[in-house]
């Protein structure tokens, strides 16, 4: 069974960093397309970081804005995304994602989900 489980979100304020993490268990994220994407209330799920089998990143440059960094470590399957400079725009659940790939850029590139985590910045 494949499991996706995110931590490190919560409340903090604007300019604030967090580094979201997501354990993974039931495959191999050296052998997956590992992502990042978020949703706030009302709003579509928007892509923000990829991270390839081979360590190659992509990101959403729109939402992302050079703040954010995708990472993984293989050995502990584990993915994690630093976000810096944070503002009240950065409002929303995030998820943490897989996928057998090629895609990176769309939900429908993804197979398996976590169940989020709410990041919430005050101004």
């Known amino acids: 069974q494949v499991q996706l489980v995110e931590s490190g979100g919560g409340a903090v304020q604007t300019g604030d960093s967090l580094r979201l993490s997501c354990t993974v268990s039931?495959?191999?994220?050296?052998?997956?397309?590992m992502g990042w994407f978020r949703q706030a209330p009302g709003m579509e799920r928007q892509m923000l970081a990829a991270?390839?089998?081979?360590?190659?990143?992509?990101y959403n440059r729109d939402h992302t804005k050079g703040r954010f960094a995708i990472a993984k470590d293989d050995a502990k399957n584990t993915v994690y995304l630093q976000m810096n400079s944070l503002t009240p725009e950065d409002t929303a659940a995030y998820y943490c994602?897989?996928?057998?790939?090629?895609?990176?850029?769309?939900?429908?590139?993804?197979?398996?989900w976590g169940q989020g985590t709410q990041v919430t910045v005050s101004s």
């Open positions: 039931g495959l191999a994220t050296k052998n997956y397309v």
């Open positions: 991270i390839t089998e081979r360590g190659g990143e992509n």
């Open positions: 994602t897989a996928g057998s790939g090629p895609g990176v850029w769309h939900v429908n590139d993804y197979q398996y």
